[in-house]
């Protein structure tokens, strides 16, 4: 692949960063809002969802891996999904000692 072909796939508009700028602030303070509001149990849930939206904003237009190959993404993938089993284990052994 040339150098011209390879530019314009990593290449986006300033109008993307923008809005991605935007909606990365957005959730922001979205976390912060949650942040005040009892769920109860949820609270952690809500705050990994929100995160979760927020990493994949970065993941896909900050650190151009919407346009990387396939496995660059299954190696981002498998980091991640055992991040999220270490998670869940860490999670379930914490709610096992606290009761």
Sequence with gaps: MDDKKLHDIHSHSY????????????????????????????????AILIAVVKSYLVLTEFMHLKSEQR?????????????????????SDYSYYGR
């Design 15 to 46: 109008g993307i960063y923008i809005l991605v700028w935007l909606a990365l602030v957005a959730l922001t303070g979205l976390t912060a809002a949650v942040a005040g509001i009892n769920f109860g149990k949820l609270s952690i849930v809500v």
């Design 71 to 91: 496995t660059f993404k299954v190696f981002i993938f498998v980091a991640l999904f055992f991040i999220l089993v270490s998670l869940t284990l860490l999670f």
